[in-house]
């Protein structure tokens, strides 16, 4: 149980494009659903927090405008990478609970590289 | 805020062996303290989590014990093989909020 899918697991473009990653919780219907990125060798940063039906809350240092995230049912969410550019390569990875005192499962994490 | 300290950065046990990886907290208020394994190239994943109202909790071969008065809690697995090889991490949490707050995570190392 509790398995979460996310889609791409990989993404090569050019710089300048918008990139779409969905995440689905498959078995569960999830709540909450997170948003992280994460630098090589290096722990989880949180971007984002969507409930859903509602705004995307989002960490300081985050901007809004550049990574669009849409929660419109209890089983996805997507986050959007606007006009990527070379520095916005990096592994995100999403997370989905329950409910406020359940876990969070994970996906296994989209691979972006802007060229 | 809180913050989360986990210790060591790597660690590397033979086969058959224990492995101990501790992490401490800042903020009392946290009650609810998960361990993900992650292996490259994938999501973390859940392998056991303890709240504050126990001491320890046991899933076969892993077993986490939290100490609220020294404020640290620590992963331990016993007769480790090969697929424990990993990247480890703790959190911390609260009930009022629920972000997790992440340890810089342990490079566990198996060798044969």
């Known amino acids: 149980g509790a398995v979460v899918s996310q889609h791409p697991s990989r993404v090569i473009c050019k710089s300048g494009t918008s990139v779409k990653i969905e995440c689905r919780s498959l078995?569960?219907?999830?709540?909450?659903m997170f948003w992280y990125r994460q630098f090589p060798k290096k722990s989880l940063m949180l971007m984002a927090t969507?409930?859903?039906?509602?705004?995307?809350?989002?960490e300081q240092g985050v901007e809004k405008d550049k990574f669009l995230i849409n929660h419109a049912s209890l089983t996805l969410s997507t986050l959007t990478v606007t006009s990527a550019h070379p520095e916005d390569s990096s592994f995100y990875i999403c997370s989905a609970r329950s409910g406020g005192n359940q876990p969070q499962h994970f996906g296994d994490g989209t691979r972006l590289s802007i060229l | 805020g809180e913050n989360v300290e986990q210790h060591p950065s790597t660690l590397s046990v033979q086969e058959g062996d224990s492995a101990v990886i501790k992490c401490t907290y800042s903020?009392?208020?946290?009650?609810?303290f998960p361990w993900y394994k992650q292996e490259l190239g994938k999501g973390p994943q859940l392998i056991i989590d303890i709240r504050s109202n126990v001491g320890e909790k046991k899933d076969q071969r892993i077993a986490v014990t939290l100490n609220k008065t020294a404020k640290h809690f620590s992963l331990h697995i016993t007769e480790t093989q090969p697929e424990d090889s990993a990247v480890y991490f703790c959190?911390?949490?609260?009930?009022?909020?629920?972000?997790?707050?992440w340890g810089a995570g342990t490079k566990l190392i198996i060798k044969p």
């Open positions: 959190a911390a949490s609260m009930n009022s909020n629920y972000q997790l707050i």
């Open positions: 078995d569960f219907q999830a709540t909450t």
């Open positions: 903020d009392s208020a946290s009650n609810y």
């Open positions: 969507s409930n859903e039906g509602s705004k995307a809350t989002y």
